[in-house]
């Protein structure tokens, strides 16, 4: 079954606090996301992992950390989050890398982060 | 700069009815467009993808369009269900290559009402 799991569903944390969101995948992709969503804007790039060990920084990484120890698995790490932090934030996974059409991305259910 | 717009913001119809999305787009090159599904609470699944100069493409009640010359994408909906109420995503590709980025819409929220 192709699926790509986040872990927790919802956060609540207080500002200064450590963040750690989990994600994982079974369809053995080498290629692993994580974004955020934020009313009225499309999905943004905080980063991208070409396989283990091998993280690339997207468009919006400030205030974020990534780890990826194993290739079905890829954390999101906020040390000392913030209140605009608050987001939702959205793992995926693809066969391939970049924006390839073939490189479909599946993604996760999402993690809604509140920040206080 | 918000490189893909979508419109409308919202929809409502009731079931049954037909519906079109728009997305309009200014990503340089465009090599690809696709569509995304996104239910309440829920991840991003794929609709479609189209490809050519002008190309559509079909996939049970949802057909669309692409016109890479005026930059633009529709997404219909045929006869409309309950369970289409979710948020639609247009996502473009600007290379088909490891080194292509996706650009995502911020989605038109389609509410289908009985």
């Known amino acids: 079954d192709m699926k790509v799991t986040q872990m927790p569903r919802y956060l609540i944390k207080r500002m200064g606090e450590n963040v750690l969101l989990e994600c994982g995948q079974d369809?053995?992709?080498?290629?692993m996301y994580w974004y955020r969503q934020d009313p009225g804007l499309g999905l943004q790039l905080i980063y991208i992992?070409?396989?283990?060990?091998?993280?690339s920084e997207g468009d919006i990484p400030k205030g974020y950390r990534v780890s990826r120890k194993k290739r079905e698995h890829f954390s999101l790490i906020l040390d000392s989050a913030k209140t605009n932090q608050t987001s939702v934030y959205f793992c995926?996974?693809?066969?391939?890398?970049?924006?390839?059409?073939?490189?479909?991305?599946?993604f996760g259910p999402g993690t809604r982060l509140t920040v206080l | 700069k918000t490189q893909v717009e979508q419109s409308p913001q919202s929809l409502v119809v009731r079931q049954g009815e037909n519906c079109v999305l728009q997305?309009?787009?200014?990503?340089?090159?465009?090599?690809?467009l696709r569509w995304f599904k996104q239910d309440t609470g829920k991840g991003l699944v794929s609709l479609t993808v189209?490809?050519?100069?002008?190309d559509k493409t079909s996939n049970g009640r949802y057909s669309a369009t692409l016109d890479k010359d005026a930059k633009h994408s529709t997404l219909h909906i045929t006869a409309t269900l309950l369970d289409d109420t979710a948020t639609y995503i247009c996502?473009?590709?600007?290379?088909?290559?490891?080194?292509?980025?996706?650009?995502f819409g911020a989605g038109t929220q389609l509410i289908v009402i009985p």
């Open positions: 369809m053995s992709h080498e290629t």
């Open positions: 997305c309009n787009y200014s990503v340089t090159p465009d090599n690809h």
């Open positions: 189209l490809v050519d100069q002008k």
């Open positions: 995926a996974s693809s066969a391939g890398t970049g924006g390839a059409v073939w490189a479909e991305q599946f």
């Open positions: 996502v473009v590709g600007d290379r088909g290559s490891a080194l292509g980025r996706l650009h």
């Open positions: 992992s070409y396989d283990v060990d091998s993280n």
